[in-house]
């Protein structure tokens, strides 16, 4: 089974990635597991961690995986569109 640290190591990772000016808080990355299991695209169940502790689990539906390829296809499309406009301003100074 998953380390049940898993949710604050793992933001750790992410802010460490992200820029100084755009933060993500802890309390942001904690409630998503909420929202993502309310919509269907995760499952959830209570289990003993390895060290004998109580501890949920999550893991992506079937939905969760569609909805994830949707978000993928749309974030490539802007993150190409944002790339282009960024392109074409740096060309016009």
């Known amino acids: 089974m998953a380390d049940p640290g ?8 992410i802010e460490a990635k992200i820029a100084g000016d755009r933060p993500v ?8 597991p909420v929202r993502f299991q309310q919509r269907g695209w995760i499952s959830a169940e209570w289990g003993v961690s390895d060290n004998n502790r109580k ?7 079937r939905s969760g995986k569609q909805q994830m ?5 749309y974030w490539e499309r802007l993150s190409s569109v944002v790339t282009l406009v960024l392109t074409a301003a740096g060309d016009n100074s």
């Open 55 to 61: 501890a949920k689990f999550y893991a992506i539906t």
């Open 6 to 13: 898993w949710a604050r190591s793992e933001y750790y990772n």
């Open 69 to 73: 390829k949707q978000d993928r296809t």
């Open 25 to 32: 808080t802890y309390h942001t990355i904690y409630a998503s």
